[in-house]
């Protein structure tokens, strides 16, 4: 059992993920020129479908009052990021990415960290000496969507064999398991990392109290965290899952798609050999 196991917390990673998300992005600039009637619609459809609801099942002022408090212990754990990007991100990224033709794509979730060190086409993905899991070799390319090589860069995280992500849970080297691939002209690229594990959302703060009360599960399957950018093309944001995995019928975040799903090759060897490239497509601007 790794020291992440013993000393990993809700709180640390929700205050990690609220930091993250703060620090990276300007949410508000990108909406500013909104019209008051857009915010106005969607405020009032929210509220509307809350009202609906309370009417509906009679919620009652224990119900009530016990869902202020969950909202308010949300906020308190830094978990606003985990609840919406598990239960609310999969049908944010539908509407996105309805009209692509290219490589589907799948939820960011909360533990993306920009700038993850630089290593190429051919590289292994920064890990620690003798890191557990499965030996993997990941082949692939970009292309645009008319089948065209790109330059272009895919940038790769993922938890550990015991589930955990680094700058998310303790005792992890700073980028263990992400990186950044650069292609050159012909859109190749060689990764070589761990299969990481299945692993469930934190169980121990507001998320987890949902779940325990509701009686469903916090399990995500394993899976690769991708985001492929090339010049002139939508950026596409994916995850990639292993066949076999009991949660890729019952994902807590809802985020799995047939097409995302590897082919591993067992090797004599015991590693896995993948073979997935992405097709993007090209940027209306
Ligand atoms: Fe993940």
Redesign the pocket.
């Known amino acids: 059992m790794s020291t992440a196991d013993e000393t990993a917390t809700a709180a640390a990673s929700g205050a990690a993920a609220t930091e993250r998300f703060h620090h990276d992005k300007s949410p508000y600039d990108a909406v500013k020129d909104t019209p008051k009637e857009r915010v106005d619609l969607l405020a009032r459809a929210v509220l509307d479908a809350i009202h609906e609801t309370i009417r509906k099942h009679e919620v009652t002022y224990d119900e009530y009052n016990a869902l202020k408090a969950w909202l308010i212990q949300v906020g308190a754990d830094g978990e606003w990021p985990l609840f919406l990007d598990v239960w609310v991100e999969h049908v944010v990224e539908d509407v996105a990415t309805a009209d692509r033709q290219g490589s589907k794509g799948s939820i960011e979730?909360p533990?993306y960290v920009p700038d993850a060190p630089e290593r190429g086409a051919d590289a292994d993905l920064p890990m620690r000496d003798g890191e557990q899991g499965t030996p993997l070799l990941w082949e692939g390319g970009i292309t645009s969507t008319d089948g065209t090589p790109l330059a272009g860069t895919v940038e790769l995280w993922h938890?550990d064999a015991d589930g955990y992500y680094s700058q998310f849970a303790p005792g992890i080297p700073e980028w263990n398991l992400r990186g950044t691939f650069t292609t050159g002209p012909d859109g190749k690229f060689r990764i070589r990392t761990i299969q990481p594990a299945p692993y469930q959302i934190p169980t121990d703060g507001a998320c987890g109290r949902l779940i325990s009360a509701a009686g469903w599960h916090a399990w995500?399957p394993a899976?690769l965290?991708v985001k492929v950018s090339a010049p002139g093309h939508e950026q596409l944001i994916a995850q990639l899952y292993f066949p076999g995995d009991p949660h890729n019928d019952d994902d807590i975040a809802s985020a799995v798609k047939p097409e995302l799903i590897l082919s591993p090759v067992v090797q004599d060897d015991g590693s896995a050999r993948i073979d997935y490239g992405f097709a993007l497509d090209r940027r209306e601007d």
Request: proline share 0%; aromatic share 16%.
């Open positions: 979730g533990y938890a995500r899976h965290h």
